[in-house]
Antibody, heavy 120, light 113 residues
């Protein structure tokens, strides 16, 4: 059974940093694209970043470029999101989501989410 | 960026009756490989999103056959043939043809009248 479990959320002040983790199990993690998707309180879904299986390609939404870094450790079956210079508008539930095997087979499995609150 | 526009924002439906959600993209979602990468997701209250439909009309495993997707180019539709209580939630369309960024529609809230 595919499982994605996020951790590392919490309350931070504006300008601070936080690192989210996503532990994957039930599939061969090293062969799948992985994503971070966020949802601000009461709002819709926003894709944040994704990363190729080998970690050589990474893409980001413009609003987080230069502040967030997606990475993975295939030996540990883990996905990460390093978030620096956090702003109030980054407050959201952050979901880890897997892409399927075929091109365009996006977000077939999701984690339960990790809440990040940026407030002074 | 491709803008995804859903309508209506809110959809009150009587149990057992059909429901239809529209999703329009700001440009054609036909990929150069000939596929159209338009997905639908359901988010029940308090839960993570769940994919229902991929590539316009393909139902995911375990998704009831009362859910169907259709459309082409820039206009797409998610239909629920007979709404059940468990279908309450917010539905999102998402395009994966022109990225980055991958973009979602704003969501349609389905509720029971």
């Amino acid at each position: 059974e595919v499982q994605l479990v996020e951790s590392g959320g919490g309350l931070v002040q504006p300008g601070e940093s936080l690192r989210l983790s996503c532990a994957a199990s039930g599939f061969t993690f090293s062969t799948y694209w992985m994503n971070w998707v966020r949802q601000a309180p009461g709002k819709g879904l926003e894709w944040v970043a994704n990363i190729k299986p080998g970690g050589t390609e990474k893409y980001y939404v413009d609003s987080v470029k230069g502040r967030f870094t997606i990475s993975r450790d295939n030996a540990k079956n883990s996905l990460y999101l390093q978030m620096n210079s956090l702003r109030a508008e980054d407050t959201a539930i952050y979901y880890c989501a897997r892409d399927g095997e075929l091109t365009g087979d996006l977000f077939d499995y999701w984690g339960q989410g990790a809440l990040v609150t940026v407030s002074s | 960026d491709v803008v995804m526009t859903q309508s209506p924002l809110s959809l009150p439906v009587t149990l057992g009756q059909p429901a239809s959600i529209s999703c329009r993209s700001s440009q054609s979602l036909v990929h150069s490989d000939g596929n159209t990468y338009l997905n639908w997701f359901q988010q029940r209250p308090g839960q993570s999103p769940r994919r229902l439909i991929y590539k316009v009309s393909n139902r995911d495993s375990g998704v009831p056959d009362r859910f169907s997707g259709s459309g082409s180019g820039t206009d797409f539709t998610l239909k629920i043939s007979r709404v059940e209580a468990e279908d309450v939630g917010i539905y999102y369309c998402m395009q994966g043809t022109h990225w980055p960024p991958l973009t979602f529609g704003g969501g349609t809230k389905v509720e029971i009248k």
